[in-house]
């Protein structure tokens, strides 16, 4: 009787620990996250306290504003079709073969994953832009074309299908295809019928992320489409900023939202099949030297894209960064220039990286109390349906949530638009989602049989995490603050309506020297985009330093 009364009071200390863990995250949410949004959906379509709903249809029936939903869609879908063709060879080879290099090779394809999109945009601006390697080899220039957009998207992505289906297809027992083979099936028939749908979850998974981060595409469309392309994300930013067209602006906001959401329930689904679905081997023993003329030639296929797509970009970038001599480019950030910059342009490294730390500590404190509470064996419909509302940030416009910090955050006691602490709020809205998928494999996989005993001897909730969890889960914690770093020090969407002139950020800095005509400007941008391009590569090694098999992928 009396164990059974420990346990209730176990329950009890249970059920209100979970629900203190989601009150800083879901406050959190609220009022930097929602607050804001609905803020400039209402500052659009409400006027004198009556809502105009007609707007929605009158914006809809505009050709412009038609032509920018089919482009969005159609590039998204294009983009992913490409990069699943051009990635999923790839996968196979990090998941199946074992060859020297193969360590530095994950980190170099991963690379791209983690730059600014404003940095990706440069890069193939470098490659195939005015003045650039192909412009000067055959006078073959494709910025503001759609293909240079594809391309960027591809690069971009590569990793995504590379970490998430390799991740799986690494574990896959080759038994069972083997065995199909000894019962007479070809080796295409026995992938095809076998292999292929066990990895469907995982490329299902992968290929709506890839569609989702196109869809939502803003620098390297910013960048590279010129006046022909506009994304939804792109056109949300021409109608708030240049044409101040706040109606607009929120319905192509509410339309980008459903789309999201749309896209992340289906998301979870493929990622609910992918967990449950599949019988999994240690992936340490299904990795094998190349076999065979065919194994080889797919090993040599898959360096020579990651060569010409991935590394031949970032060379030319760092190239283009040093054709002034003696370093000119990189000295001249050192100097003010009385122009769009108050400060000299060097300057936005210190910026971007203090505020890339305040938003990894806030992205870190807010996703590990949201992890730790998903992870709870008692979380009820609210706690997992709050596991899917995490994901809104990275899909929803940032532009919008940029713009919403300005109008909605004016007011005392949340005034905070001259305050310093308004772009990592900002930035951390990115980096949360990326903290909850990194820690939640780890802490499902602690024994929570240790935990509820923890619990009945009479450890507080905080004593149970800090002695049974902490210990398990402290390399997922660095490798999701690394992965919060990397993201908050490239966030560009929304930090270049809050970054003040005096402290831009890298990106906005890249953005502004690009906005610029002159060779200078030019020069000075490629620069910014390699010094960034290095910080993430180097926060990219640390990561792959703390890697483990039982973190996840991303």
Known sequence: MDLTRTEVAARRRGAAARFGLLAAPVAFFAVFFAYPVAAIVARGLKTDGTWHLARIG??????????????????????????????????????????????????????????????????????????????????????????????????????????????????????????????????????????????????AAAALMVFLFTFTSFGVVQILGGPTFSTLEVEIYRQTSEIFDLSTAAVLTLIQFVAVGAILAVHAWTVRRRETALRLVDASVTARRPRGAGQWALLGGVL????????????????????????????????????????????????????????????????GLAAVALTRRDAGRFVRGFDALLMLPLGVSAVTVGFGFLISLDEPPLDLRSSWILVPLAQALVGVPFVVRTMLPVLRAVDVRLREAASVLGASPWRVWREVDLPMVRRALLIAAGFAFAVSLGEFGATVFIARPDRPTLPVAVARLLGRPGDLNYGQAMALSTILMVVCAVALLVLERLRTDRTGEF
């Open 304 to 367: 020579v894209t990651v060569a010409v797509l991935l590394v031949l970009p970032l060379t030319v970038l760092v190239q283009r960064s040093l054709d002034a001599p003696g370093f000119g480019y990189y000295r001249a950030l050192t100097s003010e220039d009385g122009g769009v910059f108050l400060v000299p342009p060097i300057e936005a490294i210190g910026n971007s990286l203090s505020y890339a730390v305040a938003a990894t500590l806030i992205a870190v404190v807010i996703g």
């Open 58 to 203: 009158e914006v809809l029936a505009q050709s412009g504003v038609r032509h920018v939903l089919w482009f969005t869609t159609w590039q998204a879908l294009v983009s992913t079709a490409l990069t699943l063709l051009v990635a999923l060879p790839g996968a196979y080879v990090f998941a199946r073969l074992d060859f020297p290099g193969k360590q530095v090779l994950r980190a170099v394809v991963t690379v791209p994953f983690v730059l600014p999109t404003v940095v990706v945009g440069t890069a193939f601006l470098a490659l195939v832009g005015r003045g650039g390697l192909l412009d000067e080899l055959g006078g073959v220039r494709l910025d503001t074309t759609v293909w240079a957009i594809l391309l960027a998207h591809v690069f971009f992505n590569y990793a995504v299908v590379v970490r998430t289906v390799g991740g799986l297809w690494a574990q896959l027992d080759p038994r069972q295809e083997e065995a199909a083979r000894m019962l007479g099936a070809s080796q295409l028939k026995a992938w095809r019928q076998v292999t292929l749908p066990a990895l469907a979850p995982a490329v």
